[in-house]
């Protein structure tokens, strides 16, 4: 079990992650298995080249999926995602690296909880941010405040 | 400026739902789900270590709902008839309970909102669409609001 981050520990402009991902057309099959998205421009390259795209393409939702574990991961075991954003700007294909990254925005209470604003991306092998995102979670506190 | 597509009329049917549908979660979908993403994550995967945790068990990984579809509510855009192109614009997803194995999850897609705007290929219309995914308790889990741009 991941290492579990106390609210104490994270401060505004902490760094999360980087979860880098190598997504392969492999991998794009078992997430349309595992989804039940069985659009075609997902494994199919002449489908995607008829349908002027360059190849075939990551889910949006795949890429959803790669920065949901970047904010389990940092949340820990005693953690919660309370909320997820993510927008889709660009495109990303299957043999080129993608890595998730994300920046703690803001530290807060609420009632008696504890709570990290992030905001979140995931950039191609470029360093091009095709989905950025937001995030919210709940980490433990080592103290009462 | 007036819009030229969400119209007063078109704009009525915010609030219309789509066909609820149930789905018992298996502990072998989720274990699946995490692997196409490449989570080894053990509060997916390994009921052993997951019972250590607060969990008590095994939970759905955040975007697990993407398995458990509903049918969406026809959103009628006359202007644009039925030559329209799409993109799926992303999704706001909301936590609020963990998804277990042996769930039974009911899913539920509204229409929560229809925007119009000018675009680089004229007029793109903004349709916001909420699914809830609620437990056999009646316990909300999850809420996910995806953006669709059609234009």
Known sequence: ?145 | MANKIVTDEVLKQIGKMGEPRTYEVERGAIRRFAEAIGDPNPLFNDEQRARETRFGGVIAPPTFCRSMGSPIPDVKLPALGDSFRGLDGGSDWEYFHPIRPGDRITAQTRLVDLKESEGRLGPMVFITMETTYTNQFGQLCVTQRSTAIRY
């Open chain 1, 1 to 145: 079990m991941a290492k579990q981050i106390y609210f104490e520990d994270v401060e505004v402009g902490s760094e999360i992650g980087p979860l880098e991902k190598n997504p392969t057309t492999q991998q794009l099959v078992k997430y349309a298995g595992a989804s039940g998205d069985f659009y075609q421009i997902h494994y199919d390259k002449d489908f995607a080249l008829a349908n002027k795209l360059p190849g075939v393409i990551l889910h949006g939702a795949l890429k959803n999926g790669f920065l949901g574990q970047l904010m389990t991961d940092f949340a820990g075991p005693e953690g919660w995602l309370r909320k997820l954003s993510v927008q889709y700007r660009g495109m990303d294909q299957p043999g080129s690296k993608v890595v998730c990254r994300g920046k703690v925005v803001k530290k807060y209470h609420e009632g008696d909880q504890h709570l990290v604003d992030c905001e979140i991306w995931l950039e191609n092998a470029k360093g091009e941010k095709t989905t950025p995102g937001s995030a919210t979670v709940v980490l433990p506190a080592r103290h009462l405040h």
